[in-house]
C-alpha cells in the first residue's frame, strides 16, 4: 500500500468529484506520489479557470478499486515528473454516476417526438 495524492473538487461536500483527465472516450484519475507535484498541477488547473482543487491523500489501492468499479483508467505520476493539464477542457463537467443517469435520461427525453413535447407543454401550462 502506497499513498498517493489526487485532485478533488468541493472536497467533503455531497458534491465532491474527484479530478479526471479525458483521453478519447476514457476518464483517468491522475495518482501523484509527490503532494508538491500534485499541488502545483492543481494550480496549472486553477490558471486554466478551474474551480480551486483540493489536494488528498489516499491509499492508491483505494483509487485503483474506485476506478475499476467507475470504468476509469488510472496514471501514476511519479514524484518530480511534470504533468500538466490538457489545453482543451471538457466543457460539461460531471460529479459522479447521478449526473451520468441524468444525461442518459435527458439524452433520451430529446429523441422524444415533436407531439410528445407538445403535450407535455400543454400540461405545464394547465399547471400556470
Known amino acids: 500500500m502506497s499513498k498517493v495524492y489526487v485532485l478533488l473538487f468541493n472536497a467533503r461536500t455531497d458534491n465532491e468529484g474527484i479530478h479526471t483527465v479525458q483521453m478519447g472516450d ?6 501523484f506520489e509527490s503532494e508538491d507535484d500534485a499541488t502545483r498541477y ?6 486554466q479557470d478551474f474551480p480551486t482543487p483540493t ?3 489516499f491509499d492508491s489501492e483505494e483509487i485503483e478499486e474506485f476506478c475499476k468499479q467507475a470504468d476509469y483508467d488510472w496514471q501514476v505520476i511519479a514524484a518530480g515528473e511534470l504533468a500538466i493539464p490538457p489545453e482543451q477542457n471538457v466543457e460539461e463537467i460531471t460529479w459522479g454516476e447521478e449526473e451520468m443517469s441524468q ?3 435527458q439524452t433520451s427525453d430529446s429523441q422524444m417526438s415533436s407531439e410528445e413535447l407538445e403535450q407535455i407543454r400543454r400540461k405545464l401550462e394547465g399547471l400556470l
Open 55 to 57: 489536494v488528498e491523500p
Open 42 to 47: 492543481a494550480l496549472l488547473l486553477e490558471a
Open 103 to 105: 444525461k442518459e435520461t
Open 26 to 31: 476514457r476518464n483517468k484519475i491522475l495518482m
